[in-house]
């Protein structure tokens, strides 16, 4: 005859009970929990901040909380800059960069940059109304392609004239 499973398993008998309900234990546990969580759920309902959101506003809160939004209106500056200041001059000229109220743009020529100094205020006032950024300064550069440094290797002459068309 073979010796009882209680012997060959080594378990103690007078634990055996709690061993085999301790997953019914477990489980009865999280149903109650469940069954918890779904009356303060029941009760909850209609309370202020339970409502669902729309995603807009819910990334619109993120991006405020993160500190994200200075950066988010100079990229929406970035794409809507042909409709800012129109598409002649959206053609040449970009957005480079604006910190701490200065906005600094780039044109393709130094014709342009001229033309675009003379805007200055417009562009300022139509920015601050579409935007809503607070633009202290702009400030507008010609192109930065060309160097004049001299060496002994450069052919003699006066260098480069009209460079920037």
């Known amino acids: 005859m073979k010796a009882p499973m209680v012997e060959t398993l080594h378990l103690d008998q007078r634990r055996l009970p709690a061993l085999v309900f301790e997953g019914c234990t477990r489980r009865a546990a999280t ?8 009356r303060k759920a029941w009760y909850a309902f209609g309370k202020p901040g339970r409502d669902p959101a729309k995603l807009g506003g819910v990334v ?9 939004t200075s950066h988010l209106k100079v990229a929406r500056l970035r794409n809507q800059w042909d409709s800012v200041v129109g598409p002649g001059i959206a053609a040449h000229s970009r957005v480079v960069s604006y910190r701490e109220g200065v906005l600094i743009i780039q044109a393709q020529t130094t014709v342009w940059a001229t033309q675009l100094t003379y805007l200055v205020p417009q562009l300022k006032a139509t920015i601050v109304k579409r935007l809503g950024m607070p633009v202290k300064q702009i400030r507008v550069t010609g192109p930065h392609n060309y160097s004049f440094r001299r060496s002994r290797f450069d052919p003699p002459g006066r260098g480069v004239r009209d460079t920037y068309g």
Do not use: K, Y
């Open 60 to 68: 619109t809160s993120l991006a405020a909380g993160s500190g994200w």
């Open 31 to 38: 149903r109650r929990q469940q069954e918890d969580n779904s």
